[in-house]
């Protein structure tokens, strides 16, 4: 679309069972916010718009397990995240959440619309029934295998591990989440939107119509479940816990969350025209308005294929006009996770690293999971600040505030005639708010800061150059020169920094006192402005930016890191159910002796096995153990260990073994011999039994 009359910019709905990290900031909410606030601030009209999503299955689990209600889940969390957007600047128009009346009503109408029109299949199906608990099973009430990938905890709506959409009866061995049993099919009706048949409009609109502008990694999801066929698709579901299917026969029925979020951002969207006196219609059914949806690479079938098909049914919104979704961060190379509590809560940052949002902000930003999962490293976001933020932004600003200060009281100085490097700095500067938009307006977040930073650059290298305060004793005129010149450049920085800096550009505006007046910019003055500073301007004194993060500082993160892996290792410790039973007679032809390893050297060409020279008391055997990512080779010669000896002999990679040594895990998960009690006089040969007696 080439000049949209406005923008409806969406950030997928945070589920409220949890705060907000930095794979959700970094991934939906930053991007999201950075498009919103520049395009504000090149005057278009925006409805952001984001709230809280309330219902599914997953909540109604969570309260179930600390005793509570469904309500007192979401009210806890829906106020956590609201309060974490505000903290860190992200800025909508309106955040709602699901449970409001307004979006009960909005969801319920869409549906009856469908519903009117013939749009949905009713069907009674069989599915999954927990006897026990009087329930039917769907979504995440019921794990088990993928069908697809063969990940063994898939959910019976999605597959984490591989991100197929599911029907819980697809599941291979399926397991009710809440009894552990195993299912029974019990029949019962709901409506399936019939995606089959919208599968010809998506392929047009989609893969022909958006093959160049949608990122690829959206682009070929896409393609790839299209390719794959698709099917209909329940939208209700039997829980008691969500919107209430608006029709007769639907007792005891709720619209499926899926459904009903994505209409959460229309119902966001009314109460926020509502408020400020506009017409939201314009916002959702304009086709001269641009929508756009942010989200996370999870979210990609739910808003490229889902929901369209919705709003084409339904016949009259407009559909959007892209998807950027970004892949996943990871926290220092683990995938983030809210069950294992591996993640950085915003809240906590917040603790931290007070009045730091920027640094947050811009670290998630620059090293953004764009086109590929990324990875967040507490190293790299010191580096972040220190080298970029600290030494080139921070430093350049200082020293313009110090010097202007110093020399003119802080008043912004006449220049001179302008040199061939000021000139050529200006122009610069000017051509700066073009090629960050080009980046913003494609999607490229992570090379638009990188631009910002160049500015920074530009301006720090001039200084450099130019030094004024070599020239301040000698040549008055062009020191005034040099320091317009560099005042331009800040006040730039202060008008382009705001869709990624928001705090930082508040900072920088209050301090060169440009919030009002002529000294004002929007995001185009930059470039068609003769002056952006104008000469006799008074700005404030230096405030530092941005300050050095010290090296403690980031070891005591990773501290915590540490520390939430060792808590969340022993909590999931997994005890290997017991095997069947077996007799005596079993378990004694088991011949298990106390043996030394006399030598050991590497499998050629095998990372894991070892190549041990076991002294039995019976002989002096070979036998291969899997233990060399544990144990180097010097490290287990001499050492006591508890060998099986009657084990039939196996050849491995060429090597005859004959035997095994006993090993166990210890809590970090590394391996440990089984080695007889040193302290008591054990001879090799010396056989294991039971009772802990033994007999030579
Ligand atoms: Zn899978």
């Known amino acids: 679309m080439n000049h949209p009359k406005r923008y409806t910019i969406t950030a997928a709905l945070p589920y409220t069972n949890g705060a907000i990290h930095i794979g959700h900031l970094a991934g939906v909410y930053v991007p999201a916010d950075i498009y919103a606030r520049y395009l504000r601030l090149t005057g278009k009209d925006v409805a952001f718009i984001c709230g809280s999503d309330e219902h599914g299955v997953p909540i109604t689990i969570k309260a179930k397990k600390e005793g509570v209600s469904p309500q007192d889940i979401v009210d806890k969390y829906h106020a956590i995240i609201k309060t974490s957007f505000e903290d860190f600047g992200i800025s909508f128009d309106n955040y709602s959440r699901t449970s409001a009346k307004i979006h009960h009503d909005t969801a319920q109408e869409f549906f009856k619309t469908l519903y009117d029109k013939g749009e949905f299949i009713e069907e009674t199906t069989e599915q999954l029934y927990d006897e026990e608990a009087e329930q039917f099973l769907a979504d995440r009430f019921v794990t088990g295998t993928c069908p697809k990938c063969g990940n063994e905890e898939a959910y019976g709506d999605q597959c984490e591990k591989c991100g197929s959409s599911l029907n819980a009866t697809d599941l291979i061995n399926p397991k009710s989440a809440i009894t552990g049993n195993v299912p029974t099919l019990k029949q019962t009706k709901h409506w399936f939107l019939p995606l089959d048949k919208h599968e010809a409009f998506l392929k047009e609109w989609i893969l022909v119509g958006h093959k160049k502008d949608w990122k690829p990694n959206v682009y070929g999801q896409v393609k790839s479940w299209i390719d794959d066929g698709l099917r209909p698709r329940a939208v209700t579901r039997d829980l008691d816990w969500g919107i209430p299917v608006p029709v007769e026969g639907a007792e005891g029925k709720v619209l499926y969350v899926w459904f009903d979020a994505p209409i959460g951002y229309i119902s966001s969207t009314k109460e926020w025209a509502e408020r400020v006196g506009k017409d939201w219609e314009l916002y959702w059914k304009d086709k001269d308005t641009k929508l756009v949806h942010f989200i996370g690479k999870d979210n990609i079938v739910f808003h490229c294929i889902i929901f369209p098909a919705m709003l084409k049914a339904e016949g009259s919104f407009i559909l959007p006009d ?18 294992k509590n591996w993640a950085v809560w915003l809240p906590e940052y917040l603790e931290d690293f007070p009045n730091q949002q920027d640094v947050l902000r811009y670290a998630l930003t620059a090293n953004a999971p764009e086109t590929k999962d990324n990875d967040f490293t507490w190293k790299d976001f010191q580096a972040r600040n220190n080298n970029e933020l600290v030494a080139i932004f921070g430093n350049f600003i200082n020293r313009v505030a110090v010097l202007t200060d110093k020399y003119y009281d802080g008043i912004v100085p006449e220049p001179s005639e302008f040199s061939a490097v000021d000139e050529e700095t200006l122009a610069a500067v000017k051509a700066y708010p073009e090629v960050i938009s080009s980046s913003i307006e494609r999607y490229r977040f992570r090379e638009a800061s990188h631009e910002l930073l160049n500015l920074a650059r530009l301006g720090n290298k001039y200084l450099a150059d130019e030094e004024p305060w070599k020239l301040v004793k000698t040549d008055e005129a062009r020191t005034k020169t040099i320091m317009f010149v560099s005042l331009q450049i800040a006040s730039a920085l202060a008008t382009l920094s705001e ?4 705090f930082t550009s508040d900072k920088l505006k209050a301090m060169l006192n440009i919030n009002s007046g002529d000294a004002k910019n929007s995001w185009n003055d930059i470039s068609s402005k003769k002056v952006l500073l104008p000469t006799g301007h008074q700005i404030g004194k230096a405030e530092l930016l941005f300050s050095k993060i010290e090296d403690d500082t980031i070891q005591a993160q990773l501290d915590k890191l540490i520390a939430s892996k060792k808590a969340n290792e022993a909590a999931n410790r997994k005890v290997e159910p017991q095997k069947e039973t077996i007799t005596f007679e079993d378990f004694s032809k088991l011949d298990l002796r106390v043996g030394t390893i006399i030598s050991a050297e590497k499998m050629p060409k095998a990372n894991k096995l070892l190549v041990l020279k076991i002294d039995t008391g ?18 287990v010669v001499g050492k006591r260990v508890t060998v099986l000896v009657n084990l039939a002999p196996r050849t491995l990679r060429g090597v005859e073994s004959e035997g095994m040594i006993l090993m166990t895990e210890s809590e970090d998960g590394k391996l440990v011999f089984v080695n007889p009690d040193t302290s008591t006089a054990l001879s090799k040969g010396d056989a294991v039994v039971p009772n802990g007696l033994h007999i030579s």
């Open 322 to 339: 892209n998807v950027p979704a970004n892949e996943f961060l990871n926290l220092e190379g683990n995938k983030l996770s809210t069950s």
């Open 499 to 502: 869709p990624f800096l928001p």
């Open 618 to 635: 019976i002989d002096i055997r070979t036998i291969v153990s899997g233990i060399a990512e544990s144990f180097t080779p010097e490290e």
